[in-house]
């Protein structure tokens, strides 16, 4: 399973950006896809994950700001952020968990993309 990301650069704080990843391969399950990222200097933490069934989590530092959504047939996750800030500033990586089409679990991990918050 692959996963691909779009949507990172450069804002000033306050402005919005939408990331979007999208899973190929062989998948039979996608039970929870969503996004972490990492800062420099720091742990990787969660930002937001949506389970098939429409479940959300956030992560404290985003909730109300971040929105995520996911089309389900076309195996792809969004996220909507607003009123960004400079702190939001990370390499942004999609994660995905299933079953792939052997019925094999799966934890696929993005290249990341860059969201750079200006102040």
């Known amino acids: 399973v692959q996963l691909v990301e779009s949507g990172g650069g450069l804002v000033q704080a306050g402005g919005s950006l939408t990331l979007s990843c999208t899973a190929y391969g062989s998948i039979y399950s996608i039970n929870g896809m969503g996004w972490y990222r990492q800062a420099p200097g720091k742990q990787r933490e969660l930002v937001a994950i949506r389970t098939s069934g429409g479940s959300t989590n956030y992560g404290d530092s985003v909730n109300g700001r971040f929105t995520i959504s996911r089309v389900n047939a076309m195996n792809t996750v969004y996220l909507q952020m607003n009123s960004l800030k400079p702190e939001d500033t990370a390499v942004y990586y999609c994660?995905?968990?299933?079953?792939?089409?052997?019925?094999?679990?799966?934890?696929?991990w993005g290249q990341g993309t860059q969201v750079t918050v200006a102040p």
């Open positions: 994660n995905a968990r299933g079953y792939d089409s052997s019925r094999t679990v799966y934890d696929a």
